[in-house]
Antibody, heavy 123, light 110 residues
Framework: QLQLQESGPGLVKPSETLSLTCTVS??????????WGWIRQPPGKGLEWIGS???????YYNPSLKSRVTISVDTSKNQFSLKLSSVTAADTAVYYC???????????????WGQGTLVTVSS | QSALTQPASVSGSPGQSITISCTGT?????????VSWYQQHPGKAPKLMIY???NRPSGVSNRFSGSKSGNTASLTISGLQAEDEADYYC??????????FGTGTKVTVL
């Protein structure tokens, strides 16, 4: 059974860079059937798609975050990572990593999800 | 990109049926059959309930069904049960090669 686990600092200072890693177990990140991505949820609010990456390194990003986001993949470690620069309090959220299903290059649905990790932006 | 529009809340009595709408545009919901629905209980990660408009993953109750007409997708929960009380989100692929989520709907079982 595929599982995803987020890891990284739970507290980041304003203006710094948020860095998270997702470790995939029970399956290969190099599968041609999937993208791998990040979704966040501010406390008490809805879900926001951040972006996704293919094992080859091809990426798609939310236009509203694109200037600050970098998603990378390490197939040797079966991991992918998120970097969000110049963070503010508005970036405080639970960050989920998840497998994105694809069909002929189009993103179809997200499943499964990691358990999520809360990242707080505060000095 | 703008979030898909969902009603903030929907409620129903046990055994009743409820429907949650998800309205987008021709660039997302109306343009692709890649609408999915997720259930989220408090403090938990979202769970896939419906994919590709109307398909149920293995293990999801057949009380959950999905459909689409034009730019609006819908999730129907029949035979409402207490365990169905949760937040529900729709999602769609977009013409910009991105995913967009709905605003979310809180389902209350009266």
């Amino acid at each position: 059974q595929l599982q995803l686990q987020e890891s990284g600092p739970g507290l980041v200072k304003p203006s710094e860079t948020l860095s998270l890693t997702c470790t995939v177990s029970g399956g290969s990140i190099s599968s041609s059937s999937y993208y791998w991505g990040w979704i966040r949820q501010p406390p008490g609010k809805g879900l926001e798609w951040i972006g996704s990456i293919y094992y080859s390194g091809s990426t798609y990003y939310n236009p509203s975050l694109k200037s600050r986001v970098t998603i990378s993949v390490d197939t040797s470690k079966n991991q992918f990572s998120l970097k969000l620069s110049s963070v503010t309090a508005a970036d405080t959220a639970v960050y989920y990593c998840a497998r994105h299903h694809r069909w002929f290059g189009e993103l179809t649905f997200v499943d499964p999800w990691g358990q999520g990790t809360l990242v707080t932006v505060s000095s | 990109q703008s979030a898909l529009t969902q009603p903030a809340s929907v409620s129903g009595s046990p055994g009743q049926s409820i429907t949650i709408s998800c309205t987008g545009t021709s660039s997302d919901v109306g343009g692709y059959n890649y609408v999915s629905w997720y259930q989220q209980h408090p403090g938990k990660a979202p769970k896939l309930m419906i994919y590709d408009v109307s398909n149920r993953p293995s293990g999801v109750s057949n009380r959950f069904s999905g459909s689409k007409s034009g730019n609006t997708a819908s999730l129907t929960i029949s035979g409402l049960q207490a365990e169905d009380e949760a937040d529900y989100y729709c999602s769609s692929y977009t013409s910009s090669s991105t995913l967009v989520f709905g605003t979310g709907t809180k389902v209350t079982v009266l």
